[in-house]
T-cell receptor, first 112, second 118 residues
Framework: AQSVAQPEDQVNVAEGNPLTVKCTYS??????LFWYVQYPNRGLQFLLK??????LVKGSYGFEAEFNKSQTSFHLKKPSALVSDSALYFC??????????FGPGTRLSVLP | GAVVSQHPSRVICKSGTSVKIECRSL??????MFWYRQFPKQSLMLMAT?????????EQGVEKDKFLINHASLTLSTLTVTSAHPEDSSFYIC??????????????FGPGTRLTVL
C-alpha cells in the first residue's frame, strides 16, 4: 500500500532564511511525486512534480524538491522564504494505476 | 491549461435539504474525476472516483446514497449531498485527470466548495 509521511505538523522559519518541508513515501514500483500548497479556504495549487529524469525538480514560486530514491524522500525546499509562503503544504504520491495518496500536511509559518 | 472549476465556491443550506456541487474541466477532457473531502486542519480524504459514463467507485465508509455522483460528460462531474446534516459541513474538492496525462496519474484540482449545513 502507498503511504506518505510528513513528519512535521508545523515548520517555522524567518523571512529570508531557507526552508525545508519534509516528505517521505512508500510505494511499490516507480513513484510519481507531487507537492501542492493550500491557502485558507482555497483548493490545492500545484507546485511541482517528479515523474522521471533529473532528481532535482524546480517548480513554481522558487520552490524545488529533490527526489532521493534510497531515502524514499522528496523534500520541498526554497532558498529564501517569504511571508507570503505561509500556507499548508501537501506531499502526494501515486504510480501507474493507483490513486493519489496525500500526506497529512505541514503548516509553514514564515515570520517577518 | 488544465484548469478545473467548481461551483458554487460556498454554499449554506438548511438541514434536510440537498446540495449539488459541479466540477468542470475547462480546457481538457477528463475521463476520471475525483471527489475529496477535507476537514479543518486535516488532509484530503478521497470520497469517490467517477468515470465518465459509468457508476462512481466509493471509498470505504462513504455512503453512496448520501453522496450522489454523476459524471455525464468528459468535462463535468456533479456531487449531490442529499438530506444534508450539520456533520456534512466540510470543504469539498474535486480533481480531474487529463486523458493524455493519465499514465502519470496527474490530477488537476478545483478551488473547492465550502459547505455549511445549519
Amino acid at each position: 500500500a502507498q503511504s506518505v509521511a510528513q513528519p512535521e505538523d508545523q515548520v517555522n522559519v524567518a523571512e529570508g532564511n531557507p526552508l525545508t518541508v519534509k516528505c517521505t513515501y512508500s510505494v511499490s514500483g516507480n513513484p510519481y511525486l507531487f507537492w501542492y500548497v493550500q491557502y485558507p479556504n482555497r483548493g490545492l495549487q500545484f507546485l511541482l512534480k517528479y515523474i522521471t529524469g533529473d532528481n532535482l525538480v524546480k517548480g513554481s514560486y522558487g520552490f524545488e524538491a529533490e527526489f532521493n530514491k534510497s531515502q524514499t524522500s522528496f523534500h520541498l525546499k526554497k532558498p529564501s522564504a517569504l511571508v507570503s509562503d505561509s500556507a499548508l503544504y501537501f506531499c502526494a504520491v501515486t504510480n501507474y494505476g493507483q490513486n493519489f495518496v496525500f500526506g497529512p500536511g505541514t503548516r509553514l509559518s514564515v515570520l517577518p | 491549461g488544465a484548469v478545473v472549476s467548481q461551483h458554487p465556491s460556498r454554499v449554506i443550506c438548511k438541514s434536510g435539504t440537498s446540495v449539488k456541487i459541479e466540477c468542470r474541466s475547462l480546457d481538457f477532457q477528463a475521463t476520471t474525476m475525483f471527489w475529496y473531502r477535507q476537514f479543518p486542519k486535516q488532509s484530503l480524504m478521497l470520497m469517490a472516483t467517477s468515470n465518465e459514463g459509468s457508476k462512481a467507485t466509493y471509498e470505504q465508509g462513504v455512503e453512496k446514497d448520501k453522496f450522489l455522483i454523476n459524471h455525464a460528460s468528459l468535462t463535468l462531474s456533479t456531487l449531490t449531498v442529499t438530506s444534508a446534516h450539520p456533520e456534512d459541513s466540510s470543504f469539498y474538492i474535486c480533481s480531474a485527470r487529463d486523458i493524455e496525462l493519465a499514465a502519470y496519474n496527474e490530477q488537476f484540482f478545483g478551488p473547492g466548495t465550502r459547505l455549511t449545513v445549519l
